[in-house]
């Protein structure tokens, strides 16, 4: 058992005991932790604020290789985003990068590069204008399964590596868009509106275009999609929570991303 300190981003917690709580990390020099932070849900300890969701600690803990719990030592704030703090769709997005990290990435495996990803996108989504901030998930969620080792084709057919064009599908199985040409060699595709095989297309080749909203039958789309491609490697279906409490907030007509005056990016 070592003594060792890392950058760390907080992905989840969870109550242990009366007054301690499990904090789920994704660090940057050991990959995902979970740590115990003894005494940590008392009001007014430094401790436990550092190691809430969306804040960058630097952590000390007694690393326990191949154990499942870590014991912290100390932590301190680094950095955070207020403006994740103040906006419910913000923080709804920036929720859902840190479950996607939790349930897509494994424990204590060593990449700084994801962390400097997932640090980075964070940054992304407390700054852009609201209706950038589907795009800013999107990337994050074909960059986080590229950095695993499984990202999706989806400038190219993963059948025949042709150009996707109108007309194409989507097969989470296959691993990518399908062109409206081999189709029939996959079963359980899905199509997609050329739009949607569009912001898709622009996704691989890292071109955003405009930054402008994304209309909400393109998002489902590309939302269900990726998604879907994201669950295959998971072995389960993924719901995330904060994309759940999202469609509530729409549903209720108080904050239209699409419509909203962005005074933040």
Partial sequence: MALVKSRAITLRTYKLGETSKVVVCYTRDFGKVRLVAKGARRGGGRLG?????????GVVFYLRQGRDLSLVSQA??????????RDVVRMAYAGAVLELTDALVSEQERDPGLFD???????????????????ALWGYEVALSTALGYG?????????????????????????????R??????????????????MSRLQQHDEGSGQG?????????????????????GRQ?????????????????YNVESEQDNDG
């Fill in 214 to 234: 994304t209309a909400t039958s393109v998002r489902d789309e590309v939302s269900d999609a990726l998604l879907s491609f994201l669950g295959e490697h998971a």
């Fill in 76 to 85: 301190e704030v680094e950095r955070q985003w207020p403006a994740l703090r």
């Fill in 182 to 199: 081999c189709v029939g060699k996959a079963p359980g595709a899905r199509a997609l509106s050329d739009a949607a095989a569009a912001v």
């Fill in 117 to 135: 990803l997932l640090e980075s996108t964070l940054d992304r989504v407390a700054a852009v204008a609201l209706p950038s901030l589907d795009l």
């Fill in 152 to 180: 999706p084709s989806l400038a190219r057919c993963v059948v025949c590596d042709s150009p996707v064009e109108g007309g194409a599908s989507f097969s989470p199985g296959l691993g990518g868009s399908v062109c409206k």
């Fill in 49 to 57: 604020a550092a190691l809430e969701p969306m804040v960058v600690s």
């Fill in 238 to 254: 993924l719901k995330l929570r904060s994309l759940e409490f999202l469609a509530q907030v729409r549903r209720t007509g108080q």
